[in-house]
């Protein structure tokens, strides 16, 4: 991790770097320390002692601070912050064993990534404070963490969420979002592994510039050197690559590109700046047979600084299985890892200093986040790529989503002249590119949501597949409408579709999101309020969503988790009623909207 020298302070260096940050807090300290004072102070000693020498040294975390009811700590990752963090609460229910409940220590644990200025003894900074303040709402025994940390993790792998929405925090002027984290039960899948398909087929057009973000895989040094672990390093690399490339906001360069940049002696750097790649993947093998190790990098090609790495075993026979767990979980995290940094570079820099992939990248991902500020944010940044590359296509398409998402949020009753916005956006990319199958599909979730046409909207899907078959937006909208139609099962195969096409998608809780809308139009209610709850975990205020989650339950007998379920619809949408619900059906899809809102009804949803 890169730093930058400040100067002296109190005899000690202080340097600048980007740390994740974890405040422990022990809770009901006051009354413990009144009641219990020598046998807590014992106990609690004993357990920071027990972080210090046996947790932190796992994890390459600092203890920056003990206090007498609490720790600061650091690490440069927030996996190993967040392991950290489930192993404290874990070993600190030890020294509770034979305790009565009243002379329990138990944790609340906040979490934050932040730029922080440092020294050998201590950190200081605004971020200090905010990892505090969400340390005080955790929950006793729990992990609240910002979505800088969520940006991080892999749900479901690194830990479970809970999306507690914009929370407003002490001595913090702007709510925060918070999430709440607990470990995977043992036993648990992981989302998204096994599956094995081709990446998507690209249209490049001679007028429409790239944005998307490059990414260029090194081939993973066999560090033995000998014929087997060559031939392992370059299976383990190509299968990464592959993974990667069904990312579709992502170009990454093929190998023997690469390699023909290797023949020519460039290093790592002189590849990026050849082939335009923002971000390099390096890996390095070690070991033979069942003990090889596998460390990788993500590396940020304009500064060299390593923005991500790690090590895990890696056994050759499971590399090779269809259904092996490695490789997604590997790529999962680099795009994870990616998505946190190009959000970042978009939060501190003027938008005229950033590449054009950058922005329109974290414009993409802000206009799904929770927080309005950022969805705003998401069209300004879409406005000045229109302005710095008028002919470009796909930025006029994705304004006439974010036109779209501002009524699917709740955000705006819409009229006629929103319509004409998000369609006027819409014309203006298929003029500039007639086979653009984004632009085309825009088109058609113009025509479900605003503009109701599902016959129109039916006419521009089959163009927009017929343009690229393997356009994973193309396959979500036509799920929309294949629900408005009352196709089920024809909306779920379209679901799954776009996400077998996309399986480690950024926006991988919008895709459940709508999977679970086709699940309901498929009457698969278990797949329904499944993926709607995955999605609601990362995104707890999206009104479809809660809406299919509770249509499930009512039909799975659930009857007072749809009441909950209804009660956040109307929190997010106080004058919801079913009047309206059902008269905003497209023309072609008043049926199942009916349907539907009959299992409204039944929990608690008033009618108007």
């Not at 009144?34 to 600092?62: C, K, M, Y």
């Not at 874990?90 to 730029?115: C, K, P, S, Y």
């Not at 089959?462 to 393997?470: E, K, R, V």
């Not at 209610?525 to 993926?531: E, K, N, S, V």
Request: negative net charge; glycine residues 6%.
């Amino acid at each position: 991790m890169s730093t930058s020298l400040l100067g002296e302070r109190s005899g000690s260096e202080t340097w600048r770097s980007r740390r994740v940050l974890a405040v422990v807090d022990v809770v009901e300290s006051v009354r413990l320390m009144q009641a219990h004072e020598d046998d807590v102070i014992a106990r609690w000693r004993g357990f920071v002692n027990e972080v210090r020498t046996e947790v932190l040294p796992e994890t390459s975390g600092r203890m920056v601070k003990s206090l007498g009811d609490g720790m600061l700590l650091e690490f440069e990752y927030a996996p190993r912050a967040l392991a950290s963090a489930f192993e404290m609460q874990r070993r600190v229910a030890r020294w509770n064993e034979g305790f009565d409940e009243d002379r329990r220590i138990q944790l609340r644990v906040g979490l934050h990534v932040a730029e922080v200025v440092a020294d050998e003894i201590d950190v200081y900074g605004a971020g200090v404070n905010l990892a505090a303040r969400l340390a005080g709402v955790a929950r006793p025994g729990g992990v609240a963490a910002s979505v800088e940390i969520v940006d991080e993790v892999l749900p479901g792998v690194d830990a479970q969420l809970e999306d507690a929405g914009l929370c407003y925090l002490k001595h913090i002027a702007e709510p925060v979002q918070v999430y709440h984290l607990a470990p995977v039960p043992e036993g648990l899948p992981m989302v998204g592994a096994g599956l094995s398909i081709a990446p998507p087929a690209v249209r490049p057009t001679a007028s429409e510039p790239s944005l998307a973000v490059c990414v260029a895989v090194l081939p993973i040094a066999a560090t033995a050197g000998d014929d087997e672990q060559s031939t392992l390093a370059a299976v383990a690399g190509d299968i990464l690559l592959t993974r990667l490339a069904t990312v579709p906001m992502l170009r990454v360069i093929s190998r023997l590109s690469i390699e023909q940049y290797r023949l020519r002696g460039l290093d790592p750097a002189g590849i990026a700046s050849h082939c335009g790649a923002s971000y390099l993947v390096a890996g390095r093998l070690h070991g033979r047979g069942r003990q090889c190790l596998l460390f990788l990098e993500l590396i940020d090609a304009a500064s060299q600084e390593v923005l991500w790495a790690d090590s895990l075993p890696l056994d050759p026979a499971s590399l090779l299985r269809r259904d092996e767990d490695v490789t997604p979980g590997l790529a999962q995290v680099l795009v994870d890892h990616i998505v946190s940094h190009q959000l970042r570079r978009v939060a501190v820099s003027p938008l005229p200093n950033l590449a054009s992939q950058t922005l329109q990248f974290s414009a993409i991902y802000l206009m799904h986040r929770q927080a309005r500020a950022q969805f705003d944010q998401s069209r300004e940044v879409l406005e000045h790529l229109v302005d710095r590359h008028p002919k470009a296509s796909a930025p006029h398409a994705w304004l006439a989503k974010w036109h779209v998402l501002r009524v699917t949020k709740g955000w705006i009753v819409p009229t006629g002249a929103d319509g004409a916005k998000a369609l006027g956006h819409v014309h203006r990319a298929l003029d500039l590119n007639p086979d653009s199958a984004l632009a085309m599909a825009m088109d058609a979730f113009v025509h479900c949501h605003m503009l109701p046409d599902l016959a129109l909207a039916e006419q521009r899907l089959a163009q927009a597949l017929d343009l690229d078959p393997n356009e994973p937006w193309s396959w979500l909208v036509r799920s929309t409408l294949e629900s408005h139609l009352g196709h089920g099962e024809q909306a779920w195969f379209c679901a799954q579709r776009a996400r077998e096409l996309s399986p480690m998608d950024p926006l991988k809780h919008y895709y459940d999101s709508l999977g679970a809308s086709a699940a309901v139009a498929a009457e698969r209610w278990i797949d329904a309020d499944r993926l709607g709850r995955l999605s609601l975990s990362k995104d707890s205020r999206h009104l479809p969503t809660l809406r299919a989650v509770a249509i499930a339950q009512v039909h799975l007998g659930h009857l007072d988790a749809a009441r909950t379920t209804v009660g956040k619809v109307l929190q997010v949408q106080p004058d919801f009623t079913l009047s309206r619900y059902v008269a905003s059906a497209p023309p072609g899809g008043e049926t199942i909207r009916k349907r539907w809102a009959e299992a409204l009804r039944e929990a608690g949803a008033p009618v108007g």
